[in-house]
């Protein structure tokens, strides 16, 4: 049996990288889960993947900053699985530019989608996560269910050309603090994993070649400079960057029973990058 036998987990940005293997991980451990992407194929894909090892997925296909969204995306879990457990706030992206030169579309561009999407499927989950407990009390269950932000090292140490994103993973730091006040009396663990360098295809790309991927009818330029991978491995106590997995398995202890009596924290899986 695996420690979230039955539980339902919502993941934004599961269709790849590190979404993925956060819904690869939970599923292994008996979630069923509710996919999302931006594009229907890598959600749909990765469903399939999951039902070959065994688990429940379903999938809800959207950009997470549209104002519909987030009531879909939490109406989807109801109608397939009628409850909620886990929600992990994964989806994102960078949008870089030193100060002088970021326009103020991508300063919210990248607010939207790191802080105003999770709020609304936070404030879309709340009647049903109240109903939901007041059931378990009513039968006489203790049930803790989760909620998982994804923050940055960014937002904990700033960085040149990231004002928009450090800005956003701050406010997702306050958030989880804020929410956990307000939701521990339903039970609910809210907390934050603040990633360092993950090795995705977002970061992995060359940006000295110009790499860039397509959000929202955008040419969004992505990657790193091979220089700048290789300052970071220096930097890093273990030397190197963390693969998605290792990423998922930070995400995965707040979603497991053993965070039962943790909430409104923030745990770097960076590798000590501080």
């Excluded at 992990?88 to 802080?115: F, L, P, R, S």
């Excluded at 039968?139 to 998982?148: A, D």
């Excluded at 039962?260 to 770097?268: F, P």
């Amino acid at each position: 049996m695996g420690k979230l036998d039955g539980k339902v987990a919502l993941v934004t940005g599961s269709g790849r990288g590190i979404g993925r293997a956060i819904v690869e991980k939970l599923a292994s451990e008996g979630a069923r889960i509710v996919v999302n992407d931006l594009d229907a194929e890598p959600a749909h894909e990765t469903v399939e993947a999951l039902k070959k090892m065994g688990a429940q997925a379903t999938a809800c296909v959207g950009n997470v900053t549209a104002p519909d969204f987030a009531e879909r995306f939490v109406n989807t879990a109801m109608s397939a699985y009628q409850g909620i457990d886990i929600i992990v706030n994964n989806a994102g992206y960078t949008w870089d530019d030193v100060i002088q030169k970021m326009t103020d579309e991508q300063w919210y561009a990248i607010i939207d989608c790191h802080m105003t999407a999770p709020f609304r499927i936070l404030r879309a989950a709340y009647p049903h996560v109240k109903a939901l407990h007041a059931a378990d009390v009513a039968e006489g269950r203790e049930v803790y269910r989760k909620i998982v932000n994804i923050s940055s090292v960014s937002a904990l140490n700033g960085n040149a050309g990231q004002m928009n994103y450090s800005s956003a993973k701050a406010g997702v730091i306050g958030m989880t603090r804020a929410l956990a006040r307000e939701w521990g009396r339903f039970n609910v663990n809210v907390n934050a994993v603040a990633f360092g360098l993950i090795h995705t295809r977002m970061t992995s790309a060359d940006a000295k070649a110009g790499a860039t991927v397509r959000i929202d009818g955008r040419d969004i330029r992505v990657g790193l400079n091979p220089e700048m991978l290789k300052t970071h491995a220096q930097r890093n106590p273990l030397g190197r960057g963390g693969t998605p997995e290792e990423a998922a398995g930070g995400v995965y202890l707040f979603c497991s029973p053993e965070s039962n009596y943790i909430t409104g924290q923030t745990v770097a899986v960076a590798g000590n990058l501080q």
